[in-house]
Nanobody, 124 residues
Framework: QVQLVESGGGLVQAGGSLRLSCAAS????????MGWFRQAPGKERELVAG????????YYADSVKGRFTISRDNAKNTVYLQLNRLKPEDTAAYYC?????????????????WGQGTQVTVSS
């Protein structure tokens, strides 16, 4: 069993930055891709960024390209999401997830474990 615990969310003004962390325990996650999803009220959960097991491959949703950066430290069993130039439309609950595969996948069904989420609220 894998436990994923997110931290780093909060309230920030538009244009500000946050850094989300996701610490994994229960299993070494270095063999699996990981992703950050978000879900706003009334909207479907979407993948905003993903990273391969090695860290050499990444994916970003068009809405966050150039503003968000995903990274991982396999020695610490942790994945990060740096959020820069935040916009009110980035307001959502952010979830990290562990994929079933080494390469980045987009569909939520391809992720086996999920964290409890951390709230990001961007004020205008």
């Amino acid at each position: 069993q894998v436990q994923l615990v997110e931290s780093g969310g909060g309230l920030v003004q538009a244009g500000g930055s946050l850094r989300l962390s996701c610490a994994a325990s229960g299993r070494t996650v270095s063999s699996y891709a990981m992703g950050w999803f978000r879900q706003a009220p009334g909207k479907e959960r979407e993948l905003v960024a993903g990273i391969s097991a090695s860290g050499g491959g990444t994916y970003y949703a068009d809405s966050v390209k150039g503003r968000f950066t995903i990274s991982r430290d396999n020695a610490k069993n942790t994945v990060y999401l740096q959020l820069n130039r935040l916009k009110p439309e980035d307001t959502a609950a952010y979830y990290c997830a562990l994929a079933r595969y080494r390469t980045v996948v987009v569909a939520s069904r391809d992720y086996a474990y999920w964290g409890q989420g951390t709230q990001v609220t961007v004020s205008s």
